[in-house]
């Protein structure tokens, strides 16, 4: 009988799984030079949004499918959809083309990242997956924080568009591998697929997302358009959980949840899904329009990251065996505090070196964290609900990157339009703009320039302020996780 083929598949992981993070922060240092050329800074925000939220709500569904129907055909049907979209992405030519495709890169990259991971937890047993889930955590915090790096170099040299367009030969490369030498178990389980409790989710979500996305923007935080999608989501929220409690195969398999690995990893993995894509996402603009360096430096001070990120990966699966879950996981909440305490104070005077010290902290401590939760979820659990549990795992990153953009987004337009207010200008949002490109940037007096990084400045530090908040939530929920020392595991 054929046996799958580990070194080959762990590479072609490997190589999915840069592509699917790469592609939620790679846009991040082009997003200037995007919104200079297509318009739109009120929208920013909706073009990580709008991926987020459908990789976000379709990571579960993919989960439960590939415990049904096996890893292989969803992780197909899966990155062929992020191809597509991330084709068409480069394509676009407006803003609101742009957020359309995004929704459909995201509908994709939602099999991309669980998926790959669920494959390395089927393929290696629970004392081989310390090592090898910190090589993963590597490969994602590599990705995730180059991916600024990439999009400043490409944005620099041959267009915003290759941004996009460079995932498409290694997502090729990738699907090859898995397909040809992965070799799976034979599926005897009856399908039965909850597409009630995926709908009811992404309704849910979506409402939710626009409330934080428009809120104080498009509609006043007090107003009937506020407490109607308030109101909505809320109740559909409700249903969903009504229907994932009596449906025979949830998306959302809530029993998993009463583990306290699974519950307390996965609440402080919402909380870190925030951190990251607050500096992801907003990082190169302040580095960029505060600052005036161009999108190259952006692009470092985000890849200090990814140094920080891949060593204490590397060093979590070891620390893992030695002391345990939950002190390499308090070890790498401490230094998300600290990061994100850097970032509170960052005034531009500082300098680029500032911002890259603050985002390799915070790398650290993603890369300590993530590496312990992935290990100690995929332990607990039998290879049945493997998919389910890691799925889940993913779903509240995804959903704290989701919730974070959206947030902060809202905060910092709210807070930027609040503060020409308070000034008498009457200005949009969209005034930014002027400061996100050198060439555009030399086209506005040196007292409308200042007055423009000075909000932005302004605005900017009440976002890092909240990712502070949720470095030390993430700090204070670590110590509801087990004690126990070591790997164990449930599953076989």
């Not at 509170?344 to 964290?369: C, D, H, I, Q």
């Not at 400061?435 to 040196?446: D, M, P």
Request: hydrophobic letters at 50%; glycine letters at 10%.
């Amino acid at each position: 009988m054929k046996k799958t083929n580990r070194p080959l598949v762990l590479a072609s992981v490997m190589l999915a799984m840069f592509i699917g993070a790469v592609e939620a922060t790679i846009v991040s240092t082009a997003m200037p030079s995007i919104s200079a050329d297509l318009g739109g800074f009120s929208k920013y925000s909706w073009v990580f949004s709008a991926y987020l939220l459908m990789s976000t709500v379709t990571v579960l569904l993919y989960g439960k499918l590939s415990d049904i129907f096996g890893r292989k055909p969803i992780f197909a049907a899966g990155i062929l959809l992020f191809l597509i979209g991330s084709l068409l992405c480069g394509l676009a030519t407006s803003m609101e083309e742009l957020i359309l495709y995004r929704f459909l890169q995201g509908i994709g990259a939602g099999a991309v990242m669980p998926i790959a991971t669920t494959i390395v937890g089927d393929i290696y047993s629970a004392e081989e997956r310390a090592k090898i889930q910190g090589y993963l955590s590597s490969v994602w915090g590599i990705s995730a924080v180059t991916g600024p790096a990439i999009g400043g170099v490409l944005v620099a040299t041959i267009g915003w568009k290759y941004v996009f367009w460079v995932n498409i030969p290694l997502g090729i490369l990738a699907l090859a591998g898995v397909m040809l030498f992965l070799v799976e178990p034979a599926k005897q389980q009856k399908p039965s697929i909850d597409y009630t409790g995926a709908i009811l989710l992404t309704a849910a979500l979506t409402s939710f997302l626009y409330l934080l996305v428009e809120g104080g923007v498009g509609f006043e935080w007090i107003s009937w358009q506020s407490i109607v999608l308030a109101i909505g989501a809320a109740a559909v929220f409700g249903l969903f959980i009504a229907v994932e409690r009596n449906v025979k195969d949830p998306i959302m398999p809530f029993g998993i949840w009463k583990n306290n690995a699974i519950l307390y990893a996965n609440l402080v993995s919402l909380a870190t899904g925030v951190i990251v894509i607050g500096v992801s996402s907003y990082l190169p603009t302040y580095v960029t329009g505060v600052m005036e360096q161009p999108a190259a430096i952006a692009g470092f001070t985000l890849t200090a990251m990814s140094i920080g990120w891949p060593v204490a990966a590397f060093f979590s699966g070891r620390l893992l065996i030695k002391i345990g879950y939950f002190r390499t996981s308090l070890a790498g909440c401490v230094f998300l505090v600290i990061g994100t305490g850097l970032f509170v104070f960052m005034r531009p005077e500082f300098g680029p070196w500032w911002a890259a010290l603050s985002s390799f902290f915070v790398g650290v401590g993603m890369g300590l964290t993530s590496t312990a939760f992935i290990v100690s979820i995929q332990a607990a659990v039998s290879y049945e609900q493997r998919g389910s549990a890691t799925a889940s795992f993913m779903f509240m990153r995804n959903l704290g990157s989701t919730i974070g953009v959206a947030l902060l987004g809202s905060i910092l337009n709210s807070s930027l339009l609040r503060y020409f207010q308070d000034n008498g200008q009457n200005l949009s949002v969209d005034a930014i703009n002027g400061l996100l490109t050198e060439e555009s940037r030399s086209s506005i007096t040196a007292d409308a320039l200042h007055f423009l990084q000075q909000g932005l400045s302004e605005s900017l530090l009440f976002v890092y302020c909240v990712t502070a908040l949720f470095a030390v939530i993430s700090l204070a929920l670590i110590f509801g996780l087990p004690r126990q020392k070591g790997v164990e595991s449930n599953g076989k």
